[in-house]
């Protein structure tokens, strides 16, 4: 791929992107690079002469773990604790190996990270997430080594800036704690002017802000926090607690009297002297980096989600109890709305790349259930169902395109859709459904309400949430967040008697399309996710690799074939068999077109290449056969050691084995199963072969001129 092509890819993915001169990492010689808002138009512009070669990814939203360890051993040690603890991160680049950088979305816009050791050598190895006002090479060739930057997988212009995984505070900190770790077990010592933890090292004025600016809590929220903190945690604990509550307040007396009523009610309590000697103790100079109440608020939404767990064990015993007049006839049998794949009252989890028209599938399920047709081959039942598509990504215009389109493609009714059909984008207000809360609860919204009420009061059957990602404000790698964001949603499918689908974007695994399909673990983030889901589904695009096996074009009918798989179903049994669906293309009437997805029957395509293939073969044992036959010459029988002998100029194969099985593949076994063979001179023999009972009996073959007759 060209310089201008991968400039090109890099905007229409979504990144910031800046121009590197040939020879550096960096935008040298370019003024105000970090307000740069490069176009297709600036990239050819600067492709067209010679020096710069490089392009790279403008921080903001976009950011890099940068991980320069320069030991090849601890290296490898990081980079195998690190993408088995986040998985998430796929997109990692190299340069001067072993250094690494594992790119992510920086949408809180955090600052520059970094922590610095040193070895016995006195070689510093250092850690830097690259945040807001940084940039990293996405493409390039590196100035010391004088080769191409690599990527492990797909590189960055493959992958859209939206489906890197988002980095907070929390888990900066577990990343660096990680490397602290590395470092320690390698017998490094931290840097003095480096903060343990990865805390950044920071200058004196952004030190002193930092120092004195609270975090952006209310003190209702610094309360309820408090509520669940626990006053009798070790000596440590409790001084972080003080800390984080005078910086939060400035050192006020306010914040002291909040920290000695908590400390009071722990059973270590030592009395309002030992608490304001602790609390006089604290500086506000900004010589150090403080401890927050952002670190405390994290703290306490674990112990929330602890709490809430725990409280299952205050149950009545009754609550325990099998029910004895329990009447089996009476059980309310499991509601299909899609067989197999969508169940009312529960979640389905969707996982698919970016390029499937993962948003078109739902849309045509959404028509089929709508007017009572079977349109995606899945067996929907006749019986017209409500349905509530809510796309955070679309805009009202292409949900109006693709829906018209599907109606167009499968002749159906508009005004029938409009009756059960209801749409609402998010494109410029997403719509949130699961929040934190003043109390630093994650809990439904009003938006969420709203929708509960609609679903509710609409009768809706099937509700969609597309994507995922976008209908909650949580860390999607933070189990305990995404196991309340779930339960949100789990709320809302039981009490409007609704299934609902959530649509999900995978982790990125290379250059293979399908190599995520039928996996119930590809979705990206945290495990829990993929458990909250009773059905979890995927949608892959057909790899060249399947197309060519099956004898299909990849370019006029391959890459326009996807794959569904149900990938878990925790009420029934896995569906072993993936339906295929082909993109149809379908003009509007105002000059636009659509992919439409329509059954493809992959059956007669497998049947044709499965006979090609046998034909092929056939072809194949026939010219062994042959070559056997001249190898045994004018006797009738010869074991298989000399035949072997005999065809291993021809052959060529490097042991016994291989040429007993190959002899075995193409002779049948038995007098009664002698296949006929035309030599080259036109005379027809017949070739059979003899083998005992064992595995190591001798093979025996046999060649007569006349069709044998057992006696």
């Not at 950011?63 to 320069?70: E, M, S």
């Not at 976008?470 to 609704?498: P, Q, T, Y």
Request: proline share 4%; hydrophobic share 40%.
């Amino acid at each position: 791929m060209s310089y201008a092509e991968v400039g090109r890819r890099l905007i229409e993915q979504g990144y910031r992107i800046v121009p590197i001169r040939d020879g550096y990492k960096y935008p040298m010689g370019i003024d105000n690079w970090r307000q740069l808002r490069m176009t297709a138009e600036d990239v050819e512009r600067y492709a067209s002469g010679t020096a710069f070669t490089g392009w790279g990814s403008l921080g903001g939203t976009i950011g890099g773990v940068d991980v320069d360890i320069y030991d090849k051993k601890v290296a490898e040690q990081f980079y195998n604790h690190f993408t088995a603890r986040f998985p998430e991160f796929s997109v990692c680049r190299f340069g001067q190996k072993p250094k690494h950088l594992f790119a992510c979305r920086n949408t809180h816009h955090l600052r520059k990270r970094v922590a610095v050791y040193v070895d016995p050598q006195g070689v510093e190895h250092k850690l830097e997430f690259l945040g807001d006002g940084q940039q990293w090479v996405a493409y390039g060739r590196h100035p010391d080594t004088g080769t191409d930057y690599a990527y492990v997988s797909a590189p960055a212009w493959d992958v859209p800036s939206s489906e890197l995984p988002e980095v907070n505070n929390a888990l900066l900190d577990e990343v660096f704690a990680l490397f602290d770790q590395v470092a320690t077990d390698a017998g490094w010592s931290l840097k003095s002017e480096a903060k343990r933890n990865g805390s950044t090292a920071l200058d004196p004025f952004e030190a002193i802000v930092k120092a004195n600016t609270p975090c952006n809590f209310t003190d209702a929220q610094v309360k309820a926090d408090l509520d669940v903190l626990d006053p009798s945690c070790d000596r440590q604990t409790w001084v972080e607690v003080l800390a984080a509550l005078h910086h939060q307040y400035q050192g006020s007396h306010e914040g002291l009297v909040l920290g000695d009523e908590w400390s009071s009610r722990g059973n270590t309590y030592q009395g309002i002297d030992d608490v304001k000697a602790r609390w006089d103790s604290f500086s506000l100079r900004g010589d150090r980096n403080p401890v927050t109440w952002a670190t405390m608020h994290e703290r306490a939404k674990r112990a929330r989600a602890i709490e809430a767990q725990q409280q299952i064990a205050t149950r009545t015993l009754a609550e325990y109890e099998l029910d004895p007049n329990f009447q089996p006839m009476e059980l309310e049998r499991r509601d299909w709305i899609v067989p197999r794949r969508i169940l009312r009252k529960f979640i389905t989890l969707t996982n698919a790349p970016g390029g499937v028209s993962k948003s078109m599938f739902t849309l045509v399920t959404a028509v089929s259930l709508a007017v009572g047709r079977d349109l995606t081959g899945e067996g929907i039942k006749s019986t017209p169902r409500n349905v509530l598509i809510i796309n955070n990504e679309d805009d009202r215009d292409e949900l109006y395109r693709r829906l018209y389109g599907i109606c167009l493609h499968y002749r159906v009714d508009w005004a029938e859709v409009c009756r059960r059909v209801f749409v609402v984008s998010g494109y410029l207000d997403g719509i949130i459904i699961a929040a934190e809360n003043a109390d630093g609860v994650i809990a439904m919204t009003e938006a969420g309400r709203k929708v509960r009420e609609f679903i509710i009061a609409k009768s809706i059957d099937y509700a969609v949430f597309d994507p995922f990602v976008s209908v909650h404000r949580l860390n999607e790698n933070d189990n305990v967040e995404m196991n309340a964001v779930l339960g949100v949603f789990k709320r809302i499918a039981f009490d409007g008697r609704c299934a609902i689908e959530l649509i999900h974007h995978t982790r990125k695994v290379g250059g293979n399309s399908e190599a995520h399909a039928g996996d119930a673990e590809a979705g990206r983030g945290a495990s829990s996710i993929k458990d909250a889901g009773r059905v979890s589904a995927t949608l892959a695009r057909m790899s060249r690799e399947s197309a060519a096996n099956l004898g299909l074009d990849w370019d006029t009918i391959g890459r326009h074939l996807v794959r569904l798989d149900t990938a878990k179903g925790n009420y029934q049994t896995a569906d072993a068999n993936a339906r295929w669906y082909r993109l149809v293309s379908v003009a509007l009437p105002n000059g636009d077109e659509v992919g439409v997805h329509e059954p493809f029957d992959l059956e007669p395509v497998i049947a044709e290449q499965d006979a090609a293939n046998d034909a092929a073969q056939d072809e194949i044992n026939q010219q062994y056969r042959l070559d056997i036959v001249h190898a045994i010459g004018a006797s009738a029988a010869m074991r298989l050691s000399h035949v072997a002998d005999n065809l291993q100029p021809v052959w060529r194969l490097r042991s016994r084995d291989a040429y007993r099985r190959r002899v075995a593949s193409a002779v049948p076994d038995g007098r009664a199963n002698a296949v006929p063979v035309r030599a080259e001179n036109g005379a027809r023999v017949y070739l059979w072969r003899e083998t005992g009972a064992a595995d190591n009996s001798p093979m025996i073959l046999h060649l007569t001129d006349g069709q044998p007759v057992d006696n």
